[in-house]
């Protein structure tokens, strides 16, 4: 005997009942669908606001919101183009580590500049 | 009676107001490393006479202070005081710049970067790689697919290596529809889709919970820091997540060993190293089907599953956790590790 208060019961009742088709429901193939349509409709929506806002900022010689994104995006690549020559001069160094001593790079020393 | 209502009251008050947030992830750590963004911490501890260090890898979808939520009730702690050494890779929020990062920078460049580095800083030479849900199944397809990086010890928790429910979650409709500014799934996304896979449960019956124990401050604390943590989702790196759709989109090309990284194909068979996937009976994220083709798949000699009565996040949060799961994760642990001072003869480079 469940000693579990009466409206406890009765949710756990419907919870139970209810549950599983709703899971069913938001894991169907049809149910992301209509989602991922409803995503482009919001985000269609938000564009469109976007491009007004934009036009009216625009006219007072002030940054938008997407300015600002596109300046994100720019440093963004700029980063992914630094982390692949950070991976290209790892990738060199491992290979002069590697190396036999005779193929090594010789290393620069500097001399002394004559006064 | 009375006690019971002002404390129901109180905390009613407190929960609606925000009053009150817990603090989390206090447990003192060093930032050993950076990559990109990636970040590795140490855990600090007077006792690491453990060895391999514990490498934690958490999943894409959400931040890894749930490996440290609050004293006594924190997996990093359990371990520390346990005598292991703690690290743990942080991947942060996925920028602009992460938004072309593949399954390839975590598997075949974080990860190993930072399994060398803890071999390395801790003077062990390997380590014992530990992955949570997604973290899992990174940590996998990195062995599988890095057969000399020095990993002793792989553990895997709540691993959804064959979900059924995948291709919905991540359906590609619906992910092409939803990159945000930065390249990324949103955040949001995210949390929308966890909610999905069960409904009842996000929207109703932890409020329910939540309402019946409202008298119980212990219960009430517990209750909003997994909330907070949950509801705290970040972007996943936009790549990784059409790389995910596509390996769907036929089949489950890691369950069926077609699955190409970095141009490999990837078998798990080549995992060879002593392997332990967590399983939580009552999980509805990774249910138990789930992951149970792991113990198949997996090529190592010495290989169980530990099946635990709890969810996702109960599976190393919380009471029961702290009295079931954790014992046995540590347990096992133990068992295939050695004394840090004088590591054992058959420690070297696995896979």
């Not at chain 1, 088709?21 to 929506?45: I, K, M, P, W, Y």
């Not at chain 2, 590609?172 to 009842?200: C, Q, Y």
């Not at chain 2, 989702?233 to 060993?257: K, M, V, W, Y």
């Not at chain 2, 399983?279 to 792991?294: F, I, T």
Request: glycine share 8%; with cysteine; charged share 25%.
């Amino acid at each position: 005997m469940s000693h579990e208060p009466v409206l406890r019961q009765i949710y756990d009742r419907v919870a139970e009942e209810l549950g599983p088709q709703l899971s069913n429901l938001t894991a169907s193939d049809r149910f992301a669908e209509v989602a991922g349509v409803a995503d482009a409709v919001r985000n269609r929506a938000a564009s469109e606001l976007q491009r007004r806002s934009r036009r009216l900022l625009h006219a007072w010689n002030l940054p938008a919101g997407t300015d600002i994104a596109v300046l994100r995006q720019e440093i963004g690549a700029l980063d992914r183009t630094v982390r692949s020559l950070t991976r290209e001069v790892e990738a060199l160094q491992r290979k002069l580590d590697n190396a036999p001593t005779s193929q090594k790079a010789p290393t620069t020393r500097s001399r002394p500049r004559a006064r | 009676m009375l006690e019971s209502t002002g404390r129901r009251l109180r905390n009613t008050a407190r929960y609606l107001l925000g009053v009150g947030e817990p603090e989390l992830g206090q447990s003192p750590r060093q930032l050993v490393g950076t990559r990109d963004k990636v970040k590795l911490w140490r855990y600090e501890s007077d006792d690491r006479h453990l060895a391999p260090p514990v490498l934690l890898v958490m999943s894409l979808v959400t931040k890894p202070v749930v490996f440290d939520l609050q004293p006594g009730n924190s997996l990093v702690e359990h371990f520390c005081n346990a005598g292991f050494d703690v690290w743990m890779i942080d991947w942060d929020e996925p920028g602009p710049a992460d938004a072309e990062n593949t399954l390839e920078t975590y598997c075949d460049d974080y990860i190993p970067w930072a399994v060398e580095s803890v071999a390395t800083e801790s003077g062990c030479g390997t380590v014992t790689l530990f992955g949570y849900c997604l973290g899992g199944v990174l940590s996998l397809l990195s062995v599988a697919g890095n057969p000399t990086m020095p990993v002793e010890n792989l553990v895997v928790l709540a691993t959804p290596i064959a979900p059924e429910r995948g291709p919905a979650q991540l359906h590609p409709g619906r992910i092409a529809a939803s990159f945000d500014e930065t390249g990324n799934v949103p955040a949001e996304l995210i949390r929308t889709a966890f909610v999905s896979l069960d409904p009842m449960d996000a929207w109703f019956t932890g409020r329910v919970n939540l309402w019946q124990r409202m008298d119980n401050d212990q219960f009430v604390m517990a209750h909003r820091v997994v909330t907070n943590w949950g509801n705290d989702h970040i972007r996943f790196p936009g790549a990784t997540a059409r790389q995910i759709a596509a390996s769907f989109r036929d089949g489950n090309q890691i369950l069926e060993g077609t699955f190409r990284l970095g141009g490999r194909r990837i078998d798990l068979g080549a995992v060879a190293v002593p392997f332990l996937s967590v399983v939580g009976e009552r999980d509805h994220m990774a249910p138990p089907a789930s992951s149970e083709p792991l113990l198949d798949l997996v090529g190592s000699e010495d290989k169980s599953e530990l099946r635990v009565p709890a969810g996702h996040v109960g599976l190393f949060v919380g009471g029961s956790a702290a009295k079931h799961s954790i014992p046995g994760m540590i347990e096992w642990m133990r068992a295939h590790s050695g004394d840090a001072e004088r590591p054992p003869a058959k420690r070297g480079r696995g896979g």
